[in-house]
């Protein structure tokens, strides 16, 4: 049998990035929200944020900047009720599809393709345009080859690094 290769608008690999996954127990689900608002003061843009609940847990895991490091562990470290549940992954990377009208079927030949590469998918997320993996930085091209086994990227739309960088002041 045939396998015909399912197009997709394009992919984009990010730079290096810090991991933070914090999992709360319910009675702290305001906690998720803590993050983002220290985040946000310090001006720390979040570049992938999911929130989910396993068991009796309030699990949030978002992306920064690595060159952000050292200052986030710091503020979370400050956070008494933050401190003892956070787990942070330095040098990973988020690998963003975006599968047009294909996004179900995307996303269960990704699952298919990543784990036939033996590659550990740290978290994942869908919106109505993009579908995003969070997996080590190191894989990110191993993934793409995998990938591309079962999907077709617009030969322009393979980026490696991100271009654009946003700084507020």
Do not use: W
């Not at 993050?35 to 989910?52: N, P, V, W």
């Not at 920064?64 to 990973?92: C, G």
């Amino acid at each position: 049998m045939h396998f015909q290769r399912i197009k997709t608008g394009g992919v984009k690999i990010s730079d290096k990035l810090l991991r933070i996954h914090i999992a709360n127990p319910l009675n702290r689900e305001k906690e998720q929200c803590r993050l983002c608002r220290i985040l946000a003061g310090e001006k720390i843009s979040i570049l992938f944020l999911t929130i989910d609940r396993k068991g009796g847990h309030i699990c949030t895991s978002c992306c920064v900047e690595l060159e952000h490091e050292e200052r986030v562990r710091a503020l979370i470290e400050s956070e008494a009720v933050m401190k003892d549940h956070a787990r942070f992954t330095p040098a990973v990377g988020l690998l963003s599809m975006f599968p047009h009208q294909s996004q179900l079927q995307v996303l269960g030949v990704s699952l298919h393709a990543l784990g036939k590469a033996n590659l550990p998918i740290l978290d994942l997320s869908s919106s109505l345009a993009a579908l995003s993996f969070v997996l080590k930085y190191e894989h990110l091209k191993r993934a793409l080859t995998a990938l591309s086994e079962f999907l077709v990227f617009p030969a322009d739309s393979v980026h490696l690094r991100s271009t654009v960088h946003v700084r507020q002041a």
